[in-house]
């Protein structure tokens, strides 16, 4: 059964640091998503992307955060100068078409120390 | 802006017996979709259950049934003969009719089930 797969497991980074946070939808899938979970609170929407281009993006998405799907296969989210409380646990979820079913990945744990 | 509120922090059931897990939510649109996901501690997202909103009649798979009361603005699950396997933590979600064929969750805080032999 084909899945949404997502790499790291756990990041650890330093305070300023950059992450890159690495997600493969599956395959046949248009629309692409990130969420984020902190420990024991609400997931959360960060971005949504179509055709190249982020649909809509949530307050939390600010300017250190970007996306993009380098080779048509990845789908990646970059933190630059990384904060403490983007400790997370960061969700990329994908979906075949209007309002089918948003498959998530198991989930990248960024801890930022 | 739409909100979901998920009331029960916490449930406990009985290995086969029945349980309900509220959420309410709010919103002025009339077209829209209801979802329950399912996080066990593996903390994959697994959809259990979805109800569209401009259908009257209660969704169900297997197990798992909604009670959805549309002028309430309530979308209760309800989990039958529950098993070990249920235990999770339960998150009601909400999406607005898509414009332009994408668009985001919106999720209640969760509610955990721990299911007892």
């Known amino acids: 059964e084909p899945e949404v797969t997502q790499t790291p497991s756990h990041q650890v980074t330093q305070m300023g640091q950059e992450v890159i946070l690495r997600c493969v939808p599956i395959?046949?899938?248009?629309?692409f998503y990130w969420y984020r979970q902190i420990l024991g609170q609400k997931v959360e929407f960060l971005v949504s992307?179509?055709?190249?281009?982020?649909?809509?993006k949530s307050e939390i998405f600010d300017d250190r955060f970007s996306v993009e799907r380098p080779d048509g296969s990845n789908f990646t989210l970059k933190i630059r100068s990384t904060k403490l409380e983007d400790s997370a646990m960061y969700f990329c979820?994908?979906?075949?078409?209007?309002?089918?079913?948003?498959?998530f990945g198991p989930g990248t744990r960024l801890t930022v120390l | 802006a739409q909100t979901v509120t998920q009331s029960q922090p916490e449930m406990s059931v009985q290995e086969a017996e029945t349980v309900t897990l509220s959420c309410t939510y709010d919103?002025?649109?009339?077209?829209?979709?209801l979802f329950w996901y399912k996080q066990p501690p593996s903390r994959q997202m697994i959809l259990v259950i979805r109800?569209?909103?401009?259908?009257?009649q209660n969704a169900t798979e297997n197990r798992f049934s909604v009670n959805f009361q549309k002028a309430a603005k309530s979308f209760s699950l309800k989990i039958s003969d529950s098993q070990l396997g249920d235990t999770a933590m339960y998150f009601c979600?909400?999406?607005?009719?898509?414009?332009?064929?994408?668009?985001?969750?919106?999720f209640g805080a969760g509610t955990r089930l721990a299911v007892h032999p």
């Open positions: 109800q569209e909103a401009y259908k009257q």
């Open positions: 919103t002025s649109e009339s077209n829209y979709y």
């Open positions: 992307f179509y055709n190249n281009e982020i649909s809509e």
């Open positions: 395959s046949n899938h248009l629309y």
């Open positions: 979820a994908s979906e075949a078409g209007v309002v089918d079913e948003q498959f």
């Open positions: 979600a909400f999406m607005n009719q898509p414009s332009g064929g994408y668009n985001k969750l919106i």
